[in-house]
């Protein structure tokens, strides 16, 4: 850590900058980013995030795993949007071969998709919050979590790590009666979440924490390649799910939920309708299921190599877009897979996001960025 | 701001309220056991007589935590010309602590020796005691639970279909003209 001094000779009310560092080990960067901020009293003058820390080379990693093997890292760098990770992998993998998903399957991973996002929404619904000092709203935002939990396990065998997309579908038929208790289970937490709504979005409190702190202008979140909830807060309306369908979402009506004032409170609640919505997809995903019969996943030959070539997919995950450049070399592995990730993106706009704010607001602005670090740090 | 000063706080207060008059959500874990569903992927059971040491689930692996031994030996089968040689299974290990439960071993496995079990409660105070042997991994296999049906609309389990098969008689030869 290096320290700044300015000592002044002649002017008594000059003031030296401090050098102060958040993290790597700081509960509220959620992880490992480590901030180095300078700090000018309680304002902060410049802001540098310094990634890395959990760096687990999982690019590299992919270069030496087939492409079942990839599904297992492949769901590991955002852990809290496992489903919507593997997609990518399975999608880029299905174009280079050609692969033609059968329409059931399609369905069932856009379903299973949308309840991701749904759990992945809710744990931020839950953490920020938390993290300015309002504790309940975890314990709702939990409640809702374990019910989807428990239908994406009755599904996958996986609370997290779901482990259920293979290349060209999906890893086995659902069990019988899923659809309908997925279907409950999605009208549970909807008639429940108004409590998380009710107890938190126009709190005061919280309202005087988040309402103008940390905003970010379209014109710097789209510099940034923002994306997700936190480019959407700022006015930025572009939303992969509506802009360049994959999966089934060309046959849905997306509504894409948009804020304009980019700032915390804007974020927050760019998560929280997205919830609803993501609801009311699922259950229109699973509506279609119920009417389509036949199988959810194509046969593979015993080793499976994507012929020579390269491609780029991307898809609209819970934190913004995720997109996997593969390129083959007509192995069972794949010569390059690059990952772009949302967080890593996001978590960039924090230079010029924190300049000018004061360092009680820190943790609010950085909390709304909803990032994961495995997620930055690959 | 809109509404009335404090109207956000009472509204919160207002679901407290209500959440008071109701049961609560958890489940006291230790006395009350978690009810998993029969995919659920606690641990890999192993069935030992199925296993023929073809080493593919230790190959498939994504981070090579399956250890396993073998030798040959000779088999003399009644009524061959000369003795068969077979795979013995000396020591087959999963190394709990590096397993990333992602269930490839127990798909790539043809001959059915490897099971997913909800079975959790394996914790250790030592990291170097979640190496369990082939002992070990058999005591769960009866903890292993049948699979659920598939959903009707879709196909049913490779399983079902080879057994229906078997069942069916068979089928009489075209009639030669």
Known sequence: ?378 | MNGVPGGGLAKGLAVTLKTMTKRAHTHQYPDVEPDLPPRSRGVIALLEENCTVCMLCARECPDWCIYIDSHKEEVVVPGAARPRQRNMLDRFAIDFSLCMYCGICIEACPFDALYWSPEFEYSEYDIRDLLHEKERLGEWMPTVPAPPAHDPNGEPAKEETSAAKKAAPPTPPAPSI
């Not at chain 1, 509504?255 to 915390?264: E, F, K």
């Not at chain 1, 609803?276 to 997809?281: A, I, K, Q």
């Not at chain 1, 069972?332 to 000018?356: D, E, F, I």
């Open chain 1, 1 to 378: 850590m290096t320290r700044e001094l300015t000592i002044g000779t002649g002017a008594g009310l000059e003031t030296s900058d401090m050098v102060l560092n958040i993290g790597p080990q700081h509960p509220s960067t959620h992880g490992v980013l480590r901030l180095k901020l300078v700090l000018d009293g309680e304002r902060v003058v410049s802001c540098e995030p310094i990634v890395g820390y959990m760096h687990r080379g999982a690019e590299k990693l992919f270069e030496a795993r087939d492409y079942r093997q990839i599904i297992v890292l492949a769901n590991r760098h955002d852990w809290l949007s496992a489903f919507n990770n593997e997609l990518g992998v399975v999608l880029a993998v299905e174009r280079l071969m050609g692969l033609e998903v059968p329409e059931r399957a399609v369905w069932l991973r856009t379903a299973l998709a949308e309840l991701n996002r749904v759990l992945n929404h809710l744990m931020f619904l839950g953490s920020y919050p938390l993290e300015i000092g309002a504790i309940t709203p975890m314990f709702y935002a939990f409640r809702e979590r374990e019910t989807l939990q428990a239908v994406m396990e009755e599904a996958s065998g996986g609370r997290m790590h779901y482990m259920f997309n293979r290349v060209g579908g999906l890893k086995e038929e659902v069990p019988a009666g899923w659809t309908k208790r997925a279907r409950l289970a999605i009208d549970e937490v909807r008639r429940r979440m108004p409590d998380l709504d009710n107890i938190i979005r126009r709190n005061e409190i919280f309202m005087a924490r988040t309402r103008g702190v940390g905003v970010l202008t379209p014109a710097e979140a789209a510099a940034f390649g923002a994306s997700g909830p936190v480019a959407r807060a700022s006015g930025l309306d572009f939303d992969l799910r509506r802009d360049e369908p994959y999966l089934a979402y060309g046959e849905l009506d997306v509504p894409v939920v948009t804020r304009t004032t980019g700032d915390c409170h804007a974020r927050f609640e760019c998560m929280l309708d997205q919830v609803y919505v993501s609801l009311d997809l699922a259950q229109a995903c699973l509506d279609r299921v119920d009417q389509i019969s036949g199988p959810v996943n194509v046969r593979l030959p015993k080793v499976v190599k994507a012929p020579e070539g390269h491609t780029y997919a991307w898809t609209e995950n819970p934190l913004g877009i995720n997109g996997y450049y593969l390129v083959s070399r007509g192995d069972r592995t794949p010569w390059r897979m690059k990952l772009r990730t949302a967080s890593y993106a996001n978590v960039q706009a924090l230079t010029t996001l924190l300049p000018g704010t004061l360092v009680p607001d820190l943790i609010a602005i950085l909390g709304s960025m909803f990032f994961v670090v495995g997620d930055i740090d690959k």
